[in-house]
Protein backbone atom coordinates (compact mmCIF):
# COMPACT_ATOMS: atom_id res chain seq x y z
CA UNK A 1 0.00 0.00 0.00
CA UNK A 2 1.67 3.22 -1.12
CA UNK A 3 1.72 6.12 1.21
CA UNK A 4 -0.74 8.86 1.62
CA UNK A 5 0.27 12.23 -0.38
CA UNK A 6 1.17 15.19 1.18
CA UNK A 7 -2.20 17.02 -0.09
CA UNK A 8 -3.82 14.38 1.62
CA UNK A 9 -1.87 14.00 4.80
CA UNK A 10 -2.92 18.18 4.90
CA UNK A 11 -6.25 17.61 4.03
CA UNK A 12 -6.50 14.91 7.12
CA UNK A 13 -5.35 17.00 9.28
CA UNK A 14 -7.20 20.63 8.10
CA UNK A 15 -10.42 18.24 9.15
CA UNK A 16 -9.16 17.11 12.37
CA UNK A 17 -8.41 20.38 13.21
CA UNK A 18 -11.73 21.70 12.06
CA UNK A 19 -13.69 19.03 13.90
CA UNK A 20 -11.76 19.93 17.37
CA UNK A 21 -13.15 23.55 16.78
CA UNK A 22 -16.55 22.63 16.29
CA UNK A 23 -16.48 20.29 19.42
CA UNK A 24 -14.98 22.85 21.53
CA UNK A 25 -18.09 25.49 20.71
CA UNK A 26 -20.51 23.06 20.93
CA UNK A 27 -19.54 21.45 24.33
CA UNK A 28 -18.46 25.12 25.89
CA UNK A 29 -21.96 26.27 24.59
CA UNK A 30 -23.94 23.13 26.19
CA UNK A 31 -22.11 22.82 29.75
CA UNK A 32 -19.29 25.53 30.01
CA UNK A 33 -15.88 26.13 30.38
CA UNK A 34 -14.85 24.20 33.63
CA UNK A 35 -17.09 21.23 32.75
CA UNK A 36 -15.83 20.42 29.65
CA UNK A 37 -12.28 18.18 29.67
CA UNK A 38 -9.88 18.10 26.30
CA UNK A 39 -10.78 14.46 26.46
CA UNK A 40 -14.48 15.27 25.99
CA UNK A 41 -13.53 17.25 23.05
CA UNK A 42 -11.42 14.67 21.46
CA UNK A 43 -14.54 12.17 22.01
CA UNK A 44 -16.81 14.63 20.08
CA UNK A 45 -14.52 15.27 17.50
CA UNK A 46 -13.87 11.46 16.79
CA UNK A 47 -10.29 12.35 17.42
CA UNK A 48 -7.11 10.68 19.75
CA UNK A 49 -6.92 12.47 22.29
CA UNK A 50 -2.97 12.74 22.06
CA UNK A 51 -3.64 14.79 18.49
CA UNK A 52 -5.30 17.72 20.74
CA UNK A 53 -2.62 19.05 21.71
CA UNK A 54 -0.76 18.56 18.48
CA UNK A 55 -2.65 21.07 17.04
CA UNK A 56 -3.59 23.68 20.49
CA UNK A 57 -1.13 24.34 23.50
CA UNK A 58 -4.14 23.84 25.69
CA UNK A 59 -7.73 23.91 26.56
CA UNK A 60 -8.38 27.79 26.68
CA UNK A 61 -6.09 28.34 23.32
CA UNK A 62 -8.55 25.60 21.71
CA UNK A 63 -11.80 27.62 22.90
CA UNK A 64 -10.68 30.88 22.25
CA UNK A 65 -9.78 29.54 18.47
CA UNK A 66 -12.93 27.77 18.37
CA UNK A 67 -15.01 31.05 19.23
CA UNK A 68 -12.90 33.33 17.02
CA UNK A 69 -13.88 30.85 14.24
CA UNK A 70 -17.63 31.37 15.47
CA UNK A 71 -17.45 34.92 15.72
CA UNK A 72 -15.45 35.41 11.98
CA UNK A 73 -17.97 33.21 10.10
CA UNK A 74 -20.83 34.57 11.83
CA UNK A 75 -19.25 37.94 10.57
CA UNK A 76 -18.70 36.58 6.84
CA UNK A 77 -22.16 35.53 6.75
CA UNK A 78 -23.73 38.76 8.23
CA UNK A 79 -21.76 40.67 5.90
CA UNK A 80 -22.37 38.57 2.66
CA UNK A 81 -25.67 37.51 2.90
CA UNK A 82 -28.25 38.72 0.99
CA UNK A 83 -28.81 41.49 -0.42
CA UNK A 84 -25.41 41.87 -0.69
CA UNK A 85 -24.29 45.30 -0.62
CA UNK A 86 -20.57 47.65 -0.38
CA UNK A 87 -22.51 50.22 1.62
CA UNK A 88 -19.93 50.69 4.21
CA UNK A 89 -22.45 52.32 6.71
CA UNK A 90 -24.98 48.88 6.39
CA UNK A 91 -21.86 46.90 6.57
CA UNK A 92 -21.04 48.67 9.78
CA UNK A 93 -24.56 47.93 10.70
CA UNK A 94 -24.33 43.84 10.09
CA UNK A 95 -21.34 43.80 12.23
CA UNK A 96 -22.87 45.04 15.16
CA UNK A 97 -25.55 42.81 15.02
CA UNK A 98 -23.21 39.72 14.28
CA UNK A 99 -21.46 40.05 17.58
CA UNK A 100 -23.93 41.33 19.62
CA UNK A 101 -26.40 38.21 18.51
CA UNK A 102 -23.69 35.82 19.66
CA UNK A 103 -24.27 37.51 23.11
CA UNK A 104 -28.01 37.15 22.59
CA UNK A 105 -28.19 33.90 21.25
CA UNK A 106 -24.73 32.01 22.91
CA UNK A 107 -24.44 33.35 26.15
CA UNK A 108 -22.73 30.33 28.18
CA UNK A 109 -20.18 30.13 25.19
CA UNK A 110 -19.36 33.92 24.86
CA UNK A 111 -19.62 34.55 28.52
CA UNK A 112 -16.44 32.06 28.93
CA UNK A 113 -14.47 33.62 26.06
CA UNK A 114 -14.61 36.96 27.90
CA UNK A 115 -13.36 35.40 30.84
CA UNK A 116 -10.87 33.92 28.73
CA UNK A 117 -9.50 36.81 27.68
CA UNK A 118 -9.01 38.57 30.77
CA UNK A 119 -6.94 35.53 31.70
CA UNK A 120 -3.17 35.77 31.84
CA UNK A 121 -2.45 34.61 28.18
CA UNK A 122 -4.80 37.18 26.39
CA UNK A 123 -5.86 36.93 23.14
CA UNK A 124 -4.68 34.00 21.12
CA UNK A 125 -2.80 34.80 17.98
CA UNK A 126 -4.82 32.51 15.80
CA UNK A 127 -5.56 32.18 11.88
CA UNK A 128 -9.22 32.44 13.42
CA UNK A 129 -8.21 35.76 15.38
CA UNK A 130 -6.38 37.34 12.52
CA UNK A 131 -9.63 36.69 9.91
CA UNK A 132 -11.67 38.43 12.78
CA UNK A 133 -9.29 41.15 12.59
CA UNK A 134 -9.05 41.56 8.46
CA UNK A 135 -13.07 41.48 8.42
CA UNK A 136 -13.33 44.01 11.33
CA UNK A 137 -10.97 45.91 9.49
CA UNK A 138 -12.36 46.18 6.49
CA UNK A 139 -15.48 47.01 8.03
CA UNK A 140 -13.78 49.91 9.79
CA UNK A 141 -12.52 50.70 6.14
CA UNK A 142 -15.85 50.75 4.23
CA UNK A 143 -17.20 52.54 6.75
CA UNK A 144 -14.89 55.51 6.07
CA UNK A 145 -12.51 55.36 8.82
CA UNK A 146 -9.59 57.75 8.19
CA UNK A 147 -6.97 56.04 10.10
CA UNK A 148 -7.78 51.88 10.37
CA UNK A 149 -5.06 51.36 12.38
CA UNK A 150 -6.72 53.72 15.22
CA UNK A 151 -10.27 53.09 14.53
CA UNK A 152 -10.47 49.45 14.30
CA UNK A 153 -9.39 49.24 17.68
CA UNK A 154 -11.85 51.18 19.50
CA UNK A 155 -14.71 49.43 17.34
CA UNK A 156 -12.79 45.99 18.82
CA UNK A 157 -13.22 48.07 22.30
CA UNK A 158 -16.61 48.59 21.86
CA UNK A 159 -18.14 45.81 20.58
CA UNK A 160 -16.08 43.47 23.71
CA UNK A 161 -17.23 46.42 25.82
CA UNK A 162 -20.83 45.96 24.94
CA UNK A 163 -20.80 42.12 24.82
CA UNK A 164 -19.67 42.23 28.24
CA UNK A 165 -22.06 43.96 29.53
CA UNK A 166 -24.76 41.79 27.95
CA UNK A 167 -23.75 38.82 30.16
CA UNK A 168 -22.56 40.09 33.31
CA UNK A 169 -24.53 37.37 35.85
CA UNK A 170 -27.39 39.65 37.49
CA UNK A 171 -27.08 42.98 36.07
CA UNK A 172 -26.99 42.34 32.48
CA UNK A 173 -28.35 45.23 29.76
CA UNK A 174 -30.70 44.37 27.07
CA UNK A 175 -29.16 43.99 23.78
CA UNK A 176 -31.37 46.28 21.55
CA UNK A 177 -30.42 49.12 24.62
CA UNK A 178 -26.47 48.32 23.16
CA UNK A 179 -27.33 48.24 19.72
CA UNK A 180 -28.98 51.82 19.91
CA UNK A 181 -25.51 53.25 21.87
CA UNK A 182 -23.32 51.71 18.73
CA UNK A 183 -25.47 52.32 15.98
CA UNK A 184 -25.91 56.54 17.49
CA UNK A 185 -22.21 56.46 17.95
CA UNK A 186 -21.68 55.39 14.28
CA UNK A 187 -24.69 57.50 13.28
CA UNK A 188 -26.36 54.22 12.16
CA UNK A 189 -30.42 53.98 11.29
CA UNK A 190 -32.39 51.72 13.40
CA UNK A 191 -33.71 49.72 10.58
CA UNK A 192 -30.56 48.99 9.35
CA UNK A 193 -28.45 45.94 9.97
CA UNK A 194 -31.00 43.30 11.79
CA UNK A 195 -33.50 45.25 13.84
CA UNK A 196 -34.38 43.12 17.00
CA UNK A 197 -37.93 43.02 15.82
CA UNK A 198 -36.88 41.63 12.57
CA UNK A 199 -34.26 38.77 13.98
CA UNK A 200 -37.42 37.92 16.35
CA UNK A 201 -39.31 37.49 13.24
CA UNK A 202 -36.63 35.17 11.75
CA UNK A 203 -35.80 33.18 15.04
CA UNK A 204 -32.57 34.18 16.49
CA UNK A 205 -31.26 30.87 17.42
CA UNK A 206 -29.64 28.35 14.91
CA UNK A 207 -28.39 25.25 17.02
CA UNK A 208 -26.26 24.01 13.97
CA UNK A 209 -22.69 25.29 13.69
CA UNK A 210 -21.57 22.66 11.58
CA UNK A 211 -21.81 25.35 8.44
CA UNK A 212 -19.08 27.71 10.23
CA UNK A 213 -16.33 24.25 10.00
CA UNK A 214 -15.31 23.10 7.37
CA UNK A 215 -15.18 19.44 7.87
CA UNK A 216 -16.71 17.89 4.39
CA UNK A 217 -14.26 16.78 2.15
CA UNK A 218 -13.09 19.87 -0.52
CA UNK A 219 -13.89 19.20 -4.04
CA UNK A 220 -11.06 17.42 -5.95
CA UNK A 221 -9.52 15.95 -2.88
CA UNK A 222 -8.76 12.96 -3.25
Not at 103 to 115: E, K, N, S, T
Amino acid sequence: MSPRSASVNEELRRRSRERLLQAAVELVGEHGFEATTLGDIADRAGSARGLVSYYFPGKRQLVQSAVHRLMHRTLEEALEREPRTQDGRERLARAIDAILGLARDRPVLMRQHMAGLLQAEGFVQCPEQRRLAELLGDTVARYGAQNVSADYPMLRALLMGAVYAALVPGVPMPVPVLRTELFRRYGLEWDMGVPPEVEAERGAEQGDVSRFFATEERPGTP
